[in-house]
């Protein structure tokens, strides 16, 4: 059985007379002993001398409008010269994308066009003696679907995650990760895993459509209604969306994502994401050891209070979530996997810096 979770802290709703941030982010200075904070903050996490390594951008919103922000460092590339980041440089998701894929199941879910506790229509599973049939959708959300597949971003020699994005398995993430035996019974143990989110993209195209159609459906569904145009979804040979780990966007529009999620899948007044969805996502369905509790393909925080919970990607990108302060901190870089608890104390800083009474109250 999965452990039950704290109750949720209520999700906040957008600010009487703050514009949606659709086409352009209101901006709000923070009150000055929250802004000294963030200074520090923003210094600390910024200094490539320190435990945090590389930052390349940093967006602080709070109760829907940006309170802070910064870009620093270029790209290299093999082709081109480096270029600077700036608020227009699309950096990449990482396993962000996953968070982003549990929206578009939403969506279909919402529509009527899936369901979460029926076997999931994967052709390698279509066989009814096969265990790894009665495998569900909800399940692999969860990451508890008993595939035996190794997500380590170190040692190649038993790295399923590395062969699939980088090597055999590159053309058809989903059949690579789909052909994997079970390792325990469907439902019964928590294993995180790229590869499943890739199934999960695989089941979505057969009922979107591969490649085109793919792409204009998270265009028309879920970027385009939020404003989040500088996304760029990668797609495998297949035209399946690699949603373990495949975005680019800027800074700016994750903070978009991360706002629609802060208000409960409504934006500007219209609800695109189904009542209840983004509660679902956020509700601890399994604790890893390591990184903390996990509902569906989002990722809670030890020990907070506050009802915090994030999109979490290699390297230590992020989009944190606090209900308690309605804000939405995003953190796009390059962290040392070593120094990933650093990461994680200084997120908690982000949000305490919020807890501080004004002066004179």
Request: net charge negative; glycine share 10%; hydrophobic share 40%.
């Amino acid at each position: 059985m999965s452990p039950a979770g704290p109750a949720l802290v209520p999700l906040p709703a957008q600010p009487a007379g703050v514009p949606w941030p659709t086409t352009d982010w209101p901006t709000r200075p923070p009150a000055p002993e929250v802004g000294a904070a963030l200074d520090t903050l923003l210094d600390r996490v910024c200094d490539d001398n320190g435990p945090l390594a590389t930052t390349h951008a940093v967006v602080v919103v709070q109760g829907g409008a940006i309170m802070a922000e910064r870009y620093q460092g270029q790209l290299e590339y093999f082709e081109r010269p480096p270029t600077p980041v700036t608020p227009q440089t699309r950096l990449l998701s990482w396993s962000m994308a996953k968070s982003m894929l549990h929206a578009v199941v939403g969506l279909l879910v919402g529509d009527g066009l899936l369901d979460l506790d029926s076997p999931a229509a994967v052709a390698e599973w279509s066989d009814p003696d096969d265990p790894r049939h009665a495998i569900t959708v909800g399940q692999m959300l969860a990451m508890r679907d008993g595939l035996d597949f190794v997500e380590d971003y170190v040692d190649e020699r038993i790295s399923d995650v590395i062969e699939m994005l980088f090597g055999a398995g590159h053309h058809d993430m989903a059949h690579f990760a789909a052909d994997r035996p079970l390792a325990a019974p469907p439902g019964t143990r928590f294993n995180y895993s790229s590869g499943t989110s890739n199934i999960i993209s695989s089941v979505v195209a057969g009922v979107v459509g591969h490649g085109a159609p793919y792409e204009e459906y998270l265009r028309a569904r879920l970027f385009g209604p939020i404003g989040m145009h500088s996304a760029e979804p990668e797609l495998d040979t297949t035209g399946t969306w690699v949603a373990s780990s495949y975005v680019r966007a800027t800074a700016r529009d994750f903070a978009r994502f991360g706002l629609l999620y802060l208000r409960d899948g409504v934006w500007d007044g219209v609800r695109l994401l189904p009542e209840g969805w983004v509660d679902y996502g956020r509700t601890v369905q399994s604790v890893d050891p390591e990184d903390g509790p996990y509902g569906a393909h989002w990722w809670g925080v030890e020990g907070d209070t506050l009802g915090t919970f994030r999109a979490s990607g290699y390297e230590g990108q992020s989009i944190s979530l606090c209900p308690a302060h309605d804000l939405v901190v995003v953190r796009l870089g390059k962290t040392p996997t070593a120094h990933y608890p650093d990461l994680t104390r200084w997120r908690a800083d982000v949000v305490q810096a919020f807890s501080v009474p004004p002066t004179g109250a």
